[in-house]
C-alpha cells in the first residue's frame, strides 16, 4: 500500500493505492480516496528541542505521554513547513486534516500527512518483536511526513515497547 497522486484539472488529489500481479505484470488499484493534495516547502529549519523549549530530552520523554509527544512533533513540521492553522483543520484527537470541511493530504518530507498516516502513528501498539516494532514506527513516521530527531524517536520507542 502506497499513496498516488493524480492531476486533475490542475489540482492534485492523493489516493491509496495498492499493487495487484497480473499475467502481463504489476497493476495498481485504488483502495481509497484521501482528499486534495497540497505541497509544501520547507521555510523554518528550526531544531525540534528549540522550537519547544526543551532542555533535557530525557525528561521531556519521561514525562510527557505517547500522544502529547507525536502531537508536539506534528506540530514542529507544520511550523516548519508554515502549514498555518487558520487553513487546515488538524485534530489529532479524531485523527482529522481538513479544508472547508473536506478532507486533505499535506505533502511534506517525502511523505504525506493525513488521517491515515495521523491514524497508523496515533494508534500504533507494539506487536512483541522489537526490530519489527520499532521498523514498523519509523515506517509510519516517514509516511506521515515527520522527521523525528533520533533521541526522540529512540525514546518515544522505548516508551512504546514497554
Request: charged share 35%.
Amino acid at each position: 500500500m502506497f499513496f498516488r497522486i493524480k492531476k486533475i484539472k490542475g489540482k492534485e488529489y492523493a489516493y491509496v493505492v495498492e499493487n495487484e500481479w497480473r499475467r502481463r505484470g504489476s497493476r495498481q488499484k485504488v483502495k481509497e480516496y484521501i482528499g486534495r493534495a497540497y505541497r509544501f516547502n520547507l521555510t523554518n529549519n528550526v531544531d525540534f528541542k528549540q522550537y519547544h523549549k526543551i532542555e533535557d530530552i530525557q525528561n521531556y520523554i519521561e514525562s510527557n505521554e505517547k500522544n502529547k509527544i507525536i502531537n508536539d512533533l506534528v506540530e514542529w513540521e507544520l511550523f516548519r513547513f508554515n502549514v498555518k492553522k487558520e487553513d487546515f483543520l488538524i485534530d489529532l484527537t479524531n485523527t482529522k486534516i481538513q479544508k472547508n470541511k473536506k478532507n486533505v493530504a499535506l505533502w511534506i518530507n517525502d511523505g504525506c500527512m493525513c488521517s491515515n498516516t495521523l491514524k497508523n502513528l496515533i494508534e500504533f501498539k507494539s506487536e512483541g518483536d522489537e526490530q519489527l516494532d520499532g521498523y514498523r514506527l519509523a515506517r509510519a513516521f516517514v509516511e506521515a511526513g515527520i522527521k523525528v530527531p533520533q533521541e526522540v524517536f529512540v525514546g518515544l520507542f522505548g516508551k512504546i515497547y514497554k
